[in-house]
């Protein structure tokens, strides 16, 4: 399969994609346009609402050692997505096309963290949704979302400084004005994480990212300490969306903060979203208006908590969850490392959850779940299960599968392309358009491949990660009928 670059009017300068070849393991269908609703569905109901998964319907990825504009290697990326404003386009022959905002995390550091500058893809997409039963052969299911990456654009801090993905060891003072008067300098700094006292970069872990209808962005940064081992406060950040009618922005920890148990899998449970009124941030500093507990699922074996890679506004009080296990493409050989358990964007409601902003709880010593336990005063989020990304049916209609292939000699082994990637950490939202199914919508999905090849590059070095884990992308399709009538264009910027 090969990848072709369009040419860039930037400063920027391009790079060749790499073709690839991958191994058929399962008859060839010929991929057919269709928005009409899969057979295969999954009901669920929460606040009286039904929500329907239709299933998988587009499948696409893009080499594990595909080069950015940059010179370096392009992964990691699945971190945080968001469209482009504006882009996504109806055909009306059953394809879409679009524009992904893709934001990676910091660059290969798996041995160490690495000063690796902070950047925003590019990447078009032609969607053509495929709702049939028979089972695509793997290339002719990366027909269903043909992608295109168009250029890399590089991130300073403020005063044209340049970003780093070191660790976060220093802390820049807050900017004059910021403590002051928060109305008069909305646009201040407060105290921000650097490298060190003698490298004084803005570090950047991006885990969220949201498109404004101004054309700036809102990005999540998942670690900012200066403190080892510290007895209170949050462990990782990671989920970022925006209810973009109401202008507040969201945020949830990645699991349960220090003082809620959160320095153990078996306790970190009750994590915390945040809401912040955004209405007019270059005038007014954000303020916190909301703080709600949320029960994240926890695995049947060992009661470990399914820590939380991402969450999505749905509706008023409604929002996806996104959690995953540490199996599949990416995580070892061995059958045990590869076949994955959870992988799911669930559903949860606040409706009924405590607001607890502003409370008692709010000092760090008065936690919410002492050693993992919630407090009988406070009623957490609903949460339920909703789109399983493991379904070993959906996978098989798109050439995947989950843990180690003992059918097909051609394809056996445990780590191939076509094994579905431990880490998904993204969410993005696009109308079907149907005005037979008005309530359906696309969720699209990337994973994370922590920038794993045996082909790599970073920084003008070469790399071997001992594996090749292609950035893989999923669409499923989706009914939601709390989803009011154009709110979902109107977030992506099109017009309903």
């Given at each position: ?314 509706s008023e009080n409604i929002f996806f969850a996104l959690s995953h296990d540490g199996n599949g493409n990416g995580d070892g050989t061995s059958t045990s490392d590869t076949t994955s358990k959870y992988k799911q964007a669930d559903l949860f409601s606040i409706a009924d959850a405590t607001n607890i902003v502003g409370s008692e709880f709010d000092d760090p010593s008065n936690p919410v779940a002492p050693k993992g336990v919630l407090v009988d005063s406070i009623t957490p989020a609903t949460y339920i299960s909703f789109v399983n990304y493991i379904d070993d049916v959906q996978l098989a209609r798109f050439g995947l599968h989950n843990g180690k292939l003992i059918s097909d000699s051609q394809c056996r082994g445990d780590e191939n392309s076509t094994l579905v990637n431990e880490k998904w950490e993204s969410l993005a939202l696009a109308p079907v358009g149907d005005p037979s199914t008005p309530n359906d919508y696309f969720l699209f999905t990337v994973s994370d491949n922590d920038f794993l090849t045996e082909d790599g590059i970073s920084l003008g070095v070469p ?34």
């Open positions: 399969m090969t990848f072709t670059l369009r040419f860039s009017v930037g400063l920027i300068t391009l790079a060749i994609l790499n073709s690839v070849q991958v191994a058929q393991c399962s008859p060839h269908v010929q991929a057919t346009r269709s928005t009409s609703a899969s057979s295969s569905a999954v009901s669920v109901s929460l606040d009286g609402v039904t929500y329907v998964n239709k299933g998988i319907v587009g499948f696409g990825l893009i080499p594990s050692n595909f080069v950015d504009s940059l010179g370096d290697t392009m992964g990691g990326f699945g971190s945080a997505i968001a469209f482009k404003l504006g882009t996504w386009k109806d055909l009306g022959n059953g394809s879409y096309t679009g524009t992904l905002e893709a934001h990676p995390d910091r660059g290969f550091n798996v041995i160490t963290t690495i000063d690796y500058r902070s950047r925003q893809h590019e990447i078009d997409f032609l969607f053509t949704p495929y709702t049939g039963s028979d089972n695509l052969d793997f290339a002719t299911a990366q027909q269903t979302l043909q992608l295109d990456y168009i250029d890399t654009v590089v991130q300073f801090d403020r005063n044209g400084g340049n970003t780093s993905g070191l660790d976060a060891l220093g802390v820049r003072a807050a900017e004059n004005g910021f403590l002051v008067d928060p109305f008069t300098a909305p646009l201040a700094d407060p105290e921000m994480p650097i490298a060190n006292k003698s490298y004084q970069h803005l570090t950047i872990d991006a885990e969220g990212l949201v498109a404004n209808s101004d054309g700036t962005y809102w990005v999540r940064n998942l670690d900012f300490t200066s403190v080892t081992n510290p007895a209170t406060g949050r462990v990782d950040n990671q989920g970022l969306t925006l209810d973009a009618e109401n202008n507040i922005l969201y945020a949830m920890l990645q699991s349960a903060t220090v003082q809620d148990g959160g320095t153990d899998k078996t306790t970190s449970r009750y994590t915390r979203m945040l809401a912040y009124d955004v209405a007019n941030p270059t005038v007014t500093r954000p303020s916190l208006v909301g703080e709600w507990v949320v029960p994240l699922p926890v695995s049947t074996s060992k009661s470990t908590t399914r820590a939380c890679s991402e969450i999505h506004f749905v790399y071997n990660a001992g594996v090749n884990v292609d950035n893989q992308f999923l669409v499923f399709q989706v009914t939601l009928p709390s989803v009011p009538s154009g709110s979902v264009q109107k977030a992506i910027g099109i017009s309903s």
